[in-house]
C-alpha cells in the first residue's frame, strides 16, 4: 500500500419502537453529487503526486495515505537462527535525505488538500521513522489534526537487533483541511452502537494482515511487503465516510482500500505507480461482493433525527395527561399536565428543568431521567420519542 504511488394522534401506544438508521440515500442528506469527470473505482498507473493535480478541485470525501515510511534500513535484517527477515527495504522507501522526504511529503499532502472537499478529512498511516515528520507538515499546510490513533498490532514482527522496544504499533493521524471544518463526517453513534455502547477509543487494536488475506505470489512470496489488513480500513470508512462518498488512496499498493470501498458501498480512487501490484489489486478488487443496502444503512444520529417536543407525545396520545413520572431509582415523582410541562409540587417546567430541580443539579436530560410504569417495569420517555420519530418516518414516506 506505500508505494509513492399526519394524523399522529391516532399512533396508539404499542407501536413498536424502530431505528433502523437513516439510509445513503435518505430525505435527511441529499444523495452525493460525484462529478461525472472522476474516475471513480480505478487506479491510475503512474506517480501519485501527478494523478492527485490531474483530479479536480474539492471533489473527493475522504483521503487515506500509507506513505513510504522512510525506514532508513541498514542492510539486511536476520533473525537469530540467521534466517533472512523479509522487510521493506524496496526502492520506493528510499531517500536520500530527510531534506527529500519532506519536500515529496509536502508535495502530495498539498496536491490531497486541494482534491479535498471543504468537509473531508485525511487519514496518514506511519511508523516513528517518519509521522513526526509528517505531522509537522500537515500543520504547516494548514491542515487541522482532529485525532492520532494508536494501532496497537496483536502480532508484532520481533525487534531482531534486541537493542530497542518491539515496535508493537503504529500511528494514524486523522485531520481535517482547517480548525473552521465543522461538518466533516463522523459517525459517532454507529461506532457508540458497535462499541458495547461507549465512545470509541483512539487506541485501535488489530493483528496485522496474515493468514488468506495476505496476497502472495506464485512463489508463496508476499506480493507487497507493508499490506495492511482490511479491518483497519473498515473502521476508518465505516466511521469517516457514508455510502456513496469518493476515498483517495495515492499509494495504492495491493488494493486494500478499493477492496473495502467496494465491500461497504463507497468509491474508490487509487494511484500506484508498480504494475504488479496494480495486477494484484485489480484481481483482488474483482473478487469483492458488496454488501446489501440494508446491511450499510448507516445509524441515526441526533441531528438527523426529527425534533419531537414532549407536548406531541401528549397530543398523539402516546403519554397520558395525568401520568406520574419517575426516576430509574423511584426517588422523584412528577406529574405529567396537559400543555406537555411537567409538575413537582407547586413548581410546573419541562422534563428538562423540573429533572434538573429534581436533582438539585443545573442541568438534565429529561428524556432519559424520567420513566413511565408500565406493567410493573419503569420505561424512559425517550423509548415514546422513538416512536413518535419511527411514525414521522413512516408518515413521510
Same mark, same amino acid.
Given at each position: 500500500?506505500r508505494?509513492?504511488?399526519t394524523?399522529? =394522534?391516532?399512533?396508539?401506544?404499542?407501536?413498536?419502537v424502530?431505528r433502523?438508521?437513516?439510509?445513503?440515500h435518505?430525505?435527511?442528506?441529499?444523495?452525493?453529487i460525484v462529478p461525472a469527470?472522476?474516475?471513480?473505482?480505478?487506479?491510475? =498507473?503512474g506517480?501519485?503526486?501527478?494523478?492527485?493535480?490531474?483530479?479536480?478541485? $474539492?471533489?473527493?470525501?475522504?483521503?487515506?495515505a500509507?506513505?513510504?515510511?522512510?525506514?532508513?534500513?541498514?542492510?539486511?535484517?536476520?533473525?537469530?537462527d540467521?534466517?533472512?527477515?523479509?522487510?521493506v527495504?524496496? !526502492?520506493w522507501?528510499?531517500?536520500?535525505?530527510?531534506?527529500?522526504?519532506?519536500?515529496?511529503?509536502? $508535495?502530495?499532502?498539498?496536491?490531497?488538500?486541494?482534491?479535498?472537499?471543504?468537509?473531508?478529512?485525511?487519514?496518514?498511516?506511519?511508523?516513528?521513522?517518519?509521522?513526526?515528520?509528517?505531522?509537522a507538515i500537515?500543520?504547516?499546510?494548514?491542515?487541522?489534526?482532529?485525532?492520532d490513533?494508536?494501532?496497537?498490532?496483536?502480532?508484532?514482527?520481533?525487534?531482531f537487533?534486541?537493542?530497542r522496544?518491539t515496535?508493537?504499533?503504529e500511528?494514524l493521524?486523522?485531520?481535517s483541511?482547517?480548525?473552521? *471544518?465543522?461538518?466533516?463526517?463522523?459517525n459517532?453513534?454507529?461506532? +457508540?452502537s458497535?462499541?458495547e455502547?461507549?465512545?470509541?477509543?483512539?487506541?485501535?487494536?488489530?493483528p496485522l494482515? @496474515?493468514?488468506?488475506?495476505?496476497? +502472495?505470489?506464485?512463489?508463496g512470496? +508476499?506480493?507487497?511487503?507493508?499490506q +495492511?489488513? &482490511?479491518?483497519?480500513?473498515?473502521?476508518?470508512?465505516?466511521a @469517516? %465516510?457514508?455510502?456513496g !462518498?469518493?476515498?483517495?488512496?495515492?499509494?495504492?499498493?495491493?488494493g486494500? %482500500?478499493?477492496?473495502v470501498?467496494?465491500?461497504?458501498?463507497?468509491?474508490f480512487?487509487?494511484? &500506484?505507480? !508498480?504494475?504488479?501490484y496494480?495486477a494484484?489489486?485489480?484481481?483482488r478488487?474483482?473478487?469483492?461482493?458488496?454488501l446489501s $443496502?440494508?446491511?450499510?444503512t448507516?445509524?441515526?444520529t441526533?441531528?438527523s433525527?426529527?425534533?419531537v417536543?414532549?407536548?406531541?407525545?401528549?397530543? =398523539?396520545?402516546?403519554?397520558?395527561p395525568?401520568?406520574?413520572?419517575?426516576?430509574e431509582?423511584?426517588?422523584?415523582?412528577?406529574?405529567?399536565?396537559?400543555?406537555?410541562?411537567l409538575?413537582?409540587?407547586?413548581?410546573?417546567?419541562?422534563?428538562?428543568k423540573i429533572?434538573?430541580?429534581?436533582q438539585?443539579l443545573? *442541568?438534565?436530560?429529561?428524556? @432519559?431521567?424520567?420513566?413511565?410504569? *408500565?406493567?410493573?417495569s419503569?420505561?424512559?420517555? !425517550? &423509548?415514546?420519542?422513538?416512536?413518535?420519530?419511527? *411514525?414521522?418516518? @413512516?408518515?413521510?414516506?
Amino acid at each position: 500500500m506505500r508505494t509513492a504511488l399526519t394524523g399522529l =394522534a391516532g399512533i396508539k401506544s404499542q407501536i413498536q419502537v424502530s431505528r433502523t438508521g437513516t439510509p445513503a440515500h435518505s430525505r435527511l442528506r441529499a444523495p452525493q453529487i460525484v462529478p461525472a469527470i472522476l474516475p471513480l473505482n480505478q487506479i491510475i =498507473a503512474g506517480d501519485c503526486i501527478t494523478a492527485l493535480q490531474n483530479l479536480p478541485a $474539492a471533489s473527493v470525501d475522504l483521503v487515506f495515505a500509507d506513505p513510504p515510511y522512510n525506514l532508513q534500513l541498514e542492510g539486511s535484517l536476520s533473525r537469530p537462527d540467521q534466517s533472512h527477515v523479509d522487510a521493506v527495504d524496496d !526502492d520506493w522507501d528510499k531517500f536520500a535525505s530527510f531534506g527529500e522526504y519532506d519536500a515529496f511529503t509536502k $508535495a502530495w499532502l498539498s496536491a490531497a488538500y486541494r482534491i479535498m472537499k471543504p468537509e473531508a478529512t485525511l487519514f496518514v498511516i506511519g511508523s516513528y521513522h517518519n509521522i513526526f515528520r509528517v505531522g509537522a507538515i500537515l500543520q504547516d499546510l494548514g491542515f487541522w489534526i482532529l485525532n492520532d490513533i494508536v494501532w496497537r498490532k496483536a502480532n508484532p514482527m520481533p525487534n531482531f537487533r534486541g537493542r530497542r522496544f518491539t515496535n508493537a504499533h503504529e500511528t494514524l493521524i486523522w485531520a481535517s483541511k482547517g480548525p473552521s *471544518a465543522r461538518n466533516y463526517t463522523f459517525n459517532y453513534e454507529a461506532l +457508540k452502537s458497535g462499541n458495547e455502547d461507549c465512545q470509541m477509543r483512539s487506541d485501535w487494536f488489530f493483528p496485522l494482515c @496474515t493468514g488468506a488475506e495476505r496476497l +502472495k505470489d506464485a512463489s508463496g512470496a +508476499k506480493t507487497h511487503p507493508t499490506q +495492511k489488513p &482490511e479491518a483497519l480500513l473498515g473502521r476508518i470508512l465505516l466511521a @469517516t %465516510t457514508r455510502p456513496g !462518498d469518493v476515498v483517495v488512496d495515492p499509494f495504492f499498493g495491493t488494493g486494500t %482500500t478499493g477492496a473495502v470501498a467496494k465491500r461497504l458501498g463507497r468509491h474508490f480512487i487509487g494511484a &500506484e505507480r !508498480d504494475s504488479a501490484y496494480i495486477a494484484a489489486a485489480k484481481l483482488r478488487i474483482a473478487a469483492v461482493e458488496p454488501l446489501s $443496502a440494508e446491511a450499510l444503512t448507516l445509524a441515526p444520529t441526533k441531528r438527523s433525527e426529527p425534533r419531537v417536543a414532549f407536548a406531541s407525545l401528549i397530543e =398523539a396520545g402516546l403519554i397520558q395527561p395525568g401520568t406520574q413520572l419517575t426516576d430509574e431509582k423511584r426517588r422523584h415523582k412528577a406529574l405529567v399536565r396537559a400543555d406537555g410541562t411537567l409538575a413537582l409540587g407547586d413548581i410546573i417546567g419541562s422534563i428538562h428543568k423540573i429533572g434538573a430541580l429534581a436533582q438539585g443539579l443545573p *442541568a438534565c436530560n429529561g428524556w @432519559t431521567f424520567w420513566h413511565e410504569e *408500565a406493567k410493573g417495569s419503569l420505561h424512559p420517555i !425517550d &423509548e415514546k420519542r422513538a416512536q413518535m420519530r419511527s *411514525a414521522m418516518r @413512516t408518515a413521510a414516506e
